[in-house]
């Protein structure tokens, strides 16, 4: 896919994010266009060559933001320059405490 801007070809490029982990979140971009929501696997969106896209990840109320991995790394908001195909993965842990009961026969 190809625009023409001052007699140059910009390329979209597409932008994927994964979601993981044991906890659930949901990300957003600025620019618009991702907008994953908790249980989506992963979301994409193609972006104009050169722009810039901000992500930022937000935990479920039982759910901690762990970090990014991908074209993106750390905790604090994500920006990425679409000059090619990324990827990221948004890493979210769980705040729920398991607890076993004993099985107790007679």
């Known amino acids: 896919n190809c625009r023409r801007q001052r007699q140059m070809c910009i390329r979209d490029s597409p932008l994927t994010v994964i979601t993981a982990g044991a906890g659930s979140g949901s990300v957003t971009s600025d620019p618009a266009g991702i907008n994953c929501q ?3 696997a992963n979301c994409s969106a193609s972006y104009a060559g050169g722009t810039q896209v901000t992500l930022t990840a937000s935990p479920a109320g039982d759910s901690t933001f762990d970090g990014w991995s ?3 790394t750390g905790t604090a908001a994500c920006t990425v320059t679409m000059d090619q195909a990324r990827q990221v993965t948004a890493i979210f842990g769980s705040t729920r405490s398991t607890i076993y009961l004993p099985y107790i026969t007679r």
Do not use: K, L, N, Y
Request: aromatic share 0%.
């Open 70 to 72: 991908g074209a993106c």
């Open 38 to 40: 908790p249980g989506d």
